[in-house]
C-alpha cells in the first residue's frame, strides 16, 4: 500500500468511469428515437383563462372565433389590477407560424401600446375591418394594429404580416362574462 500514488489512483478511476459511460450515451443517443423536425412550439387551450378573464376584467375582452385550424394558440394570460391595469394576453401563431398576439389592458394606453407593440412607430394610417377603425404602428420587429376605446385598449400585433394582423382583428369578439349566481330569474 505504501507505493501506491493517490493521485494517480483518482485519475484511473476517472478514466475508467467514463470508459463506461461514453459507449452508454452514444449508444443512447443512436438507437432513441428522436425526431429533430418535430415542432418545439407547444399549443395551448385558452377556453378556461378566457371565460376567467371575461368574467374578472373590467372591459369586454377580446378573443378569436372563426379562425381556421391552422391558428394555434401558444400562451394566455390574465392580471388583474397590477400598475398597467387589467392586462389580458392571448398569443397566436399564424398559418405562415408567425406571432400574432391580441393584447387588452385599462391601464394608461400610450405605455400599454409600445410595450405591447415592442415600440412601434404610430402611422397616420388607419385600417377600416368590419365596422371597427384601427390604427397602424409600424416597428422593427412588431407591426400592430391598436384600437382605443372608453376603458380598454386593444393591440393586435406581431410579426405576421398585416394581412394576418388584419385577419385576427376581423375575428375577434369581444365579450364580458357573468358570475355565476349573479343572474337574476
Keep these: 500500500m505504501a507505493g501506491r500514488n ?3 489512483q483518482t485519475v484511473r478511476n476517472m478514466v475508467l468511469a467514463l470508459a463506461a459511460v461514453i459507449p452508454v ?17 407547444r399549443t395551448v387551450d385558452y377556453r378556461v383563462e378566457l371565460d376567467t378573464a371575461r368574467r374578472a376584467a373590467p ?3 377580446a378573443a378569436p372565433a372563426g379562425l381556421g385550424g391552422d391558428w394555434r394558440a401558444t ?11 387589467s392586462v389580458w394576453h392571448l398569443g397566436f401563431l399564424d398559418p405562415d407560424t408567425q406571432y400574432v398576439a391580441v393584447e387588452q389592458s385599462d391601464g394608461p394606453a400610450r405605455a400599454f401600446i409600445d410595450d405591447a407593440s415592442r415600440r412601434a412607430e404610430k402611422t397616420p394610417k388607419t385600417q377600416r375591418v368590419g365596422d371597427v ?9 412588431y407591426n400592430a394594429l391598436v384600437r382605443e376605446e372608453k376603458g380598454v385598449t386593444t393591440v393586435v400585433t406581431g410579426t405576421a404580416s398585416h394581412e394576418r394582423l388584419m385577419q385576427m382583428a376581423a375575428a375577434l369578439k369581444a ?8 343572474e337574476k330569474g
Design 133 to 141: 377603425t384601427w390604427r397602424q404602428y409600424e416597428g422593427e420587429k
Design 59 to 61: 372591459y369586454p375582452v
Design 25 to 41: 450515451a452514444f449508444v443512447s443517443y443512436v438507437f432513441i428515437p428522436h425526431d429533430e423536425n418535430n415542432d418545439p412550439v
Design 175 to 182: 365579450e364580458k362574462g357573468t358570475v355565476k349566481g349573479a
Design 75 to 85: 400562451s394566455v394570460s390574465y392580471k388583474a389590477g397590477g400598475k398597467d391595469g
Design 6 to 8: 493517490p493521485k494517480a
